[in-house]
């Protein structure tokens, strides 16, 4: 398969890698969220563990982790109840963030194994995951499904960056505790906002 992973293809797949992961989803309002919040050093392990996080949930998808699902129904219904209360949970961290002065010293960002665990119940990354396999591994064969993922781990590095700078940048308009309230109430309602194709996907 490594073969017939041409130049167009692999073109073809990085556009489509780059397009998903830089687009407006739960990842990336959460990094603009710590950005703003934290600064870009402390926000770091939040960002490697998307951008390690995705692509090993890309891999194990792409490898057959979605039979385990199909084999049990259920589960379905329970990913989607964890999806809704995490991120429910996440919206309110956010929209109850500390002030920049007790920020430093009482709040926390989150951890590697946090962020690349949240992976699992992102709505999103499912989606991503689910399409990125279909288009560019649809044989399941190991070696494509390693391309896909190789090729998340190169994008998010990019995007996870992006979205962190522009969440420190955004500190130099959100010195009062005004202003940075408002601004984490306006990411927590988008944040709630990705929930709305999980929980009437007609709409999506």
Known sequence: MVATMTLNLLTALFAFAFVTVITPGPNNLML?????????????????????????MVLLVGVGVMQLFDAWPPSYTILK???????????WKIAN???????????RPLTFLQSAAFQWVNPKAWSM??????????SRDLAAVLWVSGVYVCV????????????QQMRRVLKSP???????????????????????????
């Open 156 to 167: 998010s590095v990019a995007s996870t960056t992006s979205w962190t700078v522009l969440g």
């Open 81 to 91: 109840v964890l999806s809704v209360a995490y991120l429910l949970y996440l919206a």
């Open 32 to 56: 603009m969220a710590s950005g703003a919040n934290f600064g870009f050093r402390r926000t770091i392990p939040h960002m490697l563990g998307i951008g390690l996080g995705f692509p090993s």
């Open 97 to 107: 963030a500390a002030p920049p002065g007790r920020t430093e010293a009482t709040g």
């Open 178 to 204: 005004a202003r940075l309230r408002a601004f984490n109430w306006v990411m927590a309602i988008l944040l709630l906002a990705t929930l709305i194709p999980v929980l009437w996907p007609g709409t999506a």
């Open 129 to 138: 995951a689910l399409s990125a396999i279909t288009l560019y591994a649809a």
